[in-house]
């Protein structure tokens, strides 16, 4: 089975304008979650979905980020507009603890942002 | 003041010996526990879990140690190998607040050298 699939691997913006990330969770899988990893700060979850809705946004640094997942199979991180600061590697991962199965995430390998 | 990055405890063993690398965990309520590998360049991958029911559990040259007495999670790996260079993160599950979250630790950093 394919896992956790993000686009793209890599991604270097320029400061202003708008990003986005893309994520295809796991068949099967019905939470996601969108974590940011940086040196400063390590893995910081930022959202996470059940079943295509929102359940916790609080991690989401400020407006200029939004998450959508308009079906279970496909979800986006939008940063708009971007910042130096933002330049961090996104992961995505999903898991599906509500069907009989373990709280265990598997994590996408990251698109890693530069904003110049 | 300046900001300084995260200081991750290290470890550096020498190819063959066993390492253990610890995690004190904070929600008493969490029932599940999970030790992840992180590769330079890629994402955190599973290696092994256990329930709040076990004390240990094994898999494949790792083993999983919890004492929910004291909060305490520790990852054995037997017979290191340079390819178990990586970060290595715990994570709980934190029952008692939201359901199907992780928390993770900050992470420790294994250096295995041949």
């Known amino acids: 089975d394919a896992g956790v699939i993000q686009s793209p691997r890599h991604e270097v913006t320029e400061m202003g304008q708008e990003v986005t990330l893309r994520c295809k969770p796991i068949s099967g899988h019905d939470y996601l979650f969108w974590y940011r990893q940086t040196m400063m700060r390590g893995l910081e979850l930022l959202i996470y979905f059940n079943n295509n809705v929102p359940i916790d946004d609080s991690g989401m640094p400020e407006d200029r980020f939004s998450a959508k997942m308009p079906n279970a199979s496909f979800s986006t991180l939008k940063i708009q507009p971007s910042e130096p600061r933002d330049s961090a590697v996104y992961f995505c991962?999903?898991?599906?603890?509500?069907?009989?199965?373990?709280?265990?995430?598997?994590f996408g390998p990251g698109t890693r942002l530069t904003v110049l | 003041g300046e900001s300084v990055g995260l200081h991750l405890p290290t470890l550096s063993v020498q190819e063959g010996d066993n390492s253990i690398i610890n995690c004190a965990y904070s929600n008493s309520a969490s029932d599940y526990f999970i030790w992840y590998k992180q590769e330079s360049g890629k994402g955190p991958q599973f290696i092994i879990d256990i329930r709040s029911n076990m004390d240990k559990r094994q898999g494949q040259r790792v083993t999983v140690l919890l004492n929910k007495t004291v909060k305490h999670l520790s990852l054995q790996i037997a017979a290191t190998q340079p390819g178990d260079s990586a970060v290595y993160f715990c994570?709980?599950?934190?029952?008692?607040?939201?359901?199907?979250?992780?928390?993770f630790g900050q992470g420790t950093i294994l250096t295995v050298h041949p």
């Open positions: 994570a709980e599950n934190g029952r008692g607040t939201s359901y199907g979250k992780l928390t």
């Open positions: 991962a999903s898991s599906a603890p509500s069907r009989g199965r373990t709280d265990t995430q598997y």
